[in-house]
């Protein structure tokens, strides 16, 4: 059983001993989730990454870091670089739709489609 339909999670907390105190509690452990798959960023839903991209899905999440030549997200307060990538994401689906031989960009919530972000009124 492999990577591809899960993800695993990775705890690291640290402990008090003779040698070493740990320091304030809220950074005392360290988590780590990695598979083979596109795993929502936790801020997705309460900043710009929703205003700019809409809901979440891996299929979109895929497309976006295609059509932008990216590996991650840039910075959600960067409200230029975020209007930038979602012009180009919009640009690239159109693109993408027109192609003869494609059938139209689809995940699970239906027909991917990508709002038009101005970047005013951010979450950061």
């Known amino acids: 059983e492999g990577l591809k339909d899960r993800s695993v999670r990775l705890e690291i907390e640290v402990k008090e001993n003779e040698n070493f105190k740990p320091g304030y509690d809220r950074n005392r452990k360290a988590i780590f989730i990695w598979g083979d798959m596109f795993l929502k960023p936790d801020i997705w839903d309460k900043s710009n990454y929703k205003n700019a991209f809409g809901?979440?899905?891996?299929?979109?999440?895929?497309?976006?870091?295609?059509?932008?030549?990216?590996?991650?997200?840039?910075?959600?307060?960067?409200?230029?670089?975020?209007?930038?990538?979602?012009?180009?994401?919009?640009?690239?689906?159109?693109?993408?739709?027109?192609?003869?031989?494609?059938?139209?960009?689809?995940?699970?919530?239906?027909?991917?489609?990508?709002?038009?972000?101005?970047?005013?009124?951010?979450?950061?």
Request: glycine content about 10%.
């Open 55 to 124: 809901d979440f899905t891996e299929t979109r999440y895929a497309f976006i870091l295609q059509a932008c030549h990216i590996t991650e997200l840039p910075d959600p307060a960067d409200l230029a670089m975020l209007g930038y990538y979602n012009a180009m994401v919009r640009k690239a689906l159109l693109d993408y739709n027109a192609t003869p031989g494609n059938t139209p960009l689809t995940d699970e919530l239906g027909p991917v489609a990508f709002p038009i972000y101005t970047g005013i009124g951010g979450n950061g």
